[in-house]
């Protein structure tokens, strides 16, 4: 074999690696981006079922308790006291710690609902965020305050909201006792968190007849928001008890679903609510990955089977 074609051979050669290496990067870059959607997938999946789960564990507190809990502490560390426990004061309201309402930094009270630290994560590993209707009269967190038992179906009472202790007429018995009776409608009006859509719309809104926003169908607020930061965990608090930034930054819809923020309520002036908006991966100011849950509140106190009956 002359010089020339061994010269030959050995460039062919490494025209060949050559070729194999690019087509190598090529196939691992597609199964890395494949990999990383399968991984994202996966882990949605986890925070839909890890949502629903808290979901079914706030219910079943409802029916037990009659009233929902105040958030844990997000930014509590692991192994100090009160860690994972719902934070309450002694007139039913959510604590405040060094000025601050714990409503405003709060986290599922993993313990306090009897499941488990991981149950209380999305699947990112941070904390899943907890908002409920917190009011000192009217709030969700007081003794009965989701007892509609006494509330009834065929009630003609329509007077104020009643007090913390007894949300519903305690003398509703008989049929005689009809006109005492409260009506469901009185009880959810203008009670209860507010949702809406990327566009603005409401979702779920706590209004009474008329009602100003045509796009409402049944005015009512949620009995609480569960929030998942999605992949880029901009607003969360980590497993550790750290506030995350965001990753690429929040979209100006997520924004309003940060914790560590001033507890969002329908009562503000003008209105506050949470966002639902479609799943949305740009980098800019449209992105949105938030995972969010907002049961209504009829439909949270109807599955604790506390709901309204019809007097005899």
């Not at 460039?11 to 991984?39: C, H, M, N, P, Q």
């Not at 003008?270 to 966002?275: K, L, N």
């Not at 009829?298 to 019809?310: C, E, H």
């Amino acid at each position: 074999m002359t010089t020339g074609s061994r010269h030959q051979l050995r460039g062919f050669s490494l025209l060949e690696i050559t070729i194999v290496l690019a087509l190598l990067g090529f196939v691992l870059t597609i199964g890395l981006k494949s990999t990383g959607a399968y991984l994202s997938a996966e882990r949605r999946q986890t925070t839909v079922a890890r949502l629903a789960g808290v979901d079914a564990a706030l219910v079943n507190y409802v029916a037990l308790q009659k009233r929902l809990p105040c958030p844990a502490d997000g930014a509590s560390l692991p192994g100090t006291a009160n860690f994972g426990l719902e934070r309450r004061q002694a007139d039913g309201t959510c604590l405040v710690l060094l000025g601050v309402p714990i409503m405003n930094r709060g986290v599922v009270p993993w313990v306090t609902l009897g499941i488990t630290s991981t149950e209380a994560l999305d699947g990112w590993n941070n904390r899943i965020t907890y908002r409920t209707w917190s009011d000192l009269s009217t709030g969700f967190t007081l003794n009965n305050a989701l007892d509609m038992t006494r509330c009834a179906t065929n009630g003609t009472e329509n007077g104020t909201v009643p007090t913390p202790t007894a949300v519903c007429t305690q003398t509703c018995n008989t049929i005689a006792d009809v006109a005492a009776c409260t009506q469901p409608s009185n009880f959810l009006l203008n009670r209860g968190v507010a949702v809406q859509d990327g566009a603005g719309n409401y979702i779920l809104e706590p209004l009474a007849a008329p009602y100003p926003n045509p796009l409402v169908r049944t005015p009512t607020g949620a009995a609480y928001v569960l929030i998942s930061h999605g992949e880029n965990r901009g607003g969360a608090y980590s497993s550790a008890g750290q506030p995350q930034t965001g990753s690429p930054a929040n979209g100006a819809d997520e924004d309003f679903n940060q914790n560590n923020l001033a507890y969002r309520s329908y009562n503000d002036v003008p209105p506050a609510f949470y966002v639902d908006a479609a799943q949305n991966d740009s980098a800019d100011a449209t992105h949105f990955d938030d995972i969010l849950l907002h049961p209504t509140l009829m439909s949270v106190i109807t599955r604790a089977q506390l709901g309204p009956r019809k007097v005899q």
